[in-house]
């Protein structure tokens, strides 16, 4: 029988950001339940490095490139023990941080998000028939306070050209493109973008995702996590798309 408090526990990452960092936090409750050190990370090459994004994690050891036999290779969530209060540990590095601060800062105290997913994911959206339109952002929109700055965390320039054109200069945005991609290619935008964007959307007081993202079921983890004391009426929750953030306003959102 393997003694587990004394045996490595060795998990390859795959698939994108959010989808690496549900299996990384997943397999950390179980390393910590049972206790296995060390637990550790194979990151492969063909993606930017997580410490370079963020802060090392207590008890995990991040190999790249990827030099020891693999026990478990996935882009799945482990359920088999509660993980998601562990996304504490989630700490973007100084530079970045400083980054999602200044566009905080910029969007003001309350503020809406929206992250809008496209690319290489629409087709799997619409067949899972989760697919978010630009309709349904625009009718969530449209029900808040015009006052209030608009973050669009965006895979692609298109699609944030359209909130551009409807909403002016309410819209901000911090991702850097890709040049030459096309709108089938995938998502235009790099590890840095990513992780910023994931965190300004966390902190909005209203925030509308993409169905079937993990990135927007990412968000939806965070914001408890970053902000422990809102209260948070969460609407569309099967598809884990998005909250208004109760008491602020007297707004409807369904």
């Not at 963020?54 to 799945?76: A, D, G, L, M, Y």
């Amino acid at each position: 029988m393997v003694d587990k408090a004394s045996s490595a526990l060795f998990v390859r990452v795959r698939g994108g950001l959010c989808n690496r960092l549900r299996v990384i936090f997943s397999y950390y409750a179980l390393a910590l339940r049972e206790n296995r050190n060390p637990y550790i990370i194979q990151w492969p090459e063909n993606f930017d490095h997580f410490l370079d994004v963020f802060e090392p994690i207590s008890r995990i050891t991040f190999e790249n490139p990827c030099t020891r036999h693999t026990i478990i290779s996935t882009n799945s969530t482990l359920n088999q023990y509660p993980w998601q209060h562990l996304l504490r540990e989630l700490v973007p590095k100084p530079k970045l941080q400083c980054t999602i601060n200044t566009l905080k800062e910029c969007l003001g105290s309350c503020y809406i998000a929206i992250h809008m997913r496209r690319t290489d994911h629409v087709h799997l959206a619409k067949k899972q028939q989760c697919f978010t339109t630009n309709a349904m952002f625009y009718d969530f929109v449209d029900r808040l306070p015009k006052t209030l700055k608009i973050f669009v965390a965006s895979d692609n320039p298109q699609s944030l050209a359209t909130m551009k054109q409807r909403y002016g200069t309410r819209i901000l945005n911090n991702a850097v493109f890709t040049p030459g991609k096309t709108y089938k290619q995938g998502r235009h935008t790099n590890l840095d973008t990513a992780a910023i964007d994931l965190f300004v959307c966390a902190s909005a007081a209203y925030f509308h995702g993409s169905g079937w993202s993990s990135f927007s079921g990412m968000i939806n983890w965070l914001n408890p996590i970053l902000h422990p004391t809102w209260q948070r009426t969460v609407f569309n929750q099967g598809a884990k798309k998005g909250w208004k953030l109760t008491g602020a306003m007297s707004v409807d959102v369904p």
